[in-house]
T-cell receptor
Framework: GNSVTQMEGPVTLSEEAFLTINCTYT??????LFWYVQYPGEGLQLLLK?????DKGSNKGFEATYRKETTSFHLEKGSVQVSDSAVYFC?????????FGAGTTVTVRA | DAGVTQSPTHLIKTRGQQVTLRCSPK?????VSWYQQALGQGPQFIFQ???????QRGNFPDRFSGHQFPNYSSELNVNALLLGDSALYLC????????????FGPGTRLLVL
């Protein structure tokens, strides 16, 4: 079956620090991979995606590379801001349904 | 361009009651998926509707049912509510041609007492 494992949080950082959130997956076939972000009291927003091996998704300074050999899709940002405080979800798509990780709560302090 | 909209935003029910949640997809989208997100967890797939039929279903009991209308909007119905049904219910829409990329609404928070 499909499953996603994320680095457990919570993660607390200072502004301008480097952020990494680890994500590994198990899937049949060749899934697409996603990162979604959820701000307090809101739904999920698509942050970035990659549809095949070695693809790099990027948006708003965040990046993640689809690594088939290590079945990973780690999220990185070089310099975080207070506004990046949110819950981040790694997800994979197989047969059009999304399977999510448990989420990682990130808090950025000024 | 309106995104995915859901109603109501919040709902309180008691055990044994029935509830209906509604979703309007993003303009141009024809596929609607429903997810349940319990507190502190990732969303879990309930089912997906396309061309007014249930195309896929996750591991949820038959108490959870749905419908899609000709205008692509959708309803999620839950019968015989249990305390454990308390959660954020998220609707996501996509276009068949790119069904993998799903856009989410703000959700309906259901509390069962």
């Amino acid at each position: 079956g499909n499953s996603v494992t994320q680095m457990e949080g919570p993660v607390t950082l200072s502004e301008e620090a480097f952020l990494t959130i680890n994500c590994t997956y198990t899937a049949t076939g060749y899934p697409s991979l996603f990162w979604y972000v959820q701000y307090p009291g809101e739904g999920l927003q698509l942050l970035l995606k990659a549809t095949k091996a070695d693809d790099k998704g990027s948006n708003k300074g965040f990046e993640a590379t689809y690594r088939k050999e290590t079945t990973s899709f780690h999220l990185e940002k070089g310099s975080v801001q207070v506004s990046d405080s949110a819950v981040y979800f790694c997800a994979l798509s197989n047969d059009y349904k999304l399977s999510f990780g448990a989420g990682t709560t990130v808090t950025v302090r000024a | 361009d309106a995104g995915v909209t859901q109603s109501p935003t919040h709902l309180i029910k008691t055990r044994g009651q029935q509830v209906t949640l509604r979703c309007s997809p993003k303009s141009g989208h024809d596929t609607v998926s429903w997810y349940q997100q319990a507190l502190g967890q990732g969303p879990q797939f309930i089912f997906q509707y396309y061309e007014e039929e249930e195309r896929q279903r996750g591991n949820f009991p038959d108490r959870f049912s749905g419908h899609q209308f000709p205008n692509y909007s959708s309803e999620l119905n839950v019968n015989a509510l249990l305390l454990g049904d308390s959660a954020l219910y998220l609707c996501a829409s996509s276009f068949t041609g790119s069904a993998e990329t799903q856009y989410f609404g703000p959700g309906t928070r259901l509390l069962v007492l």
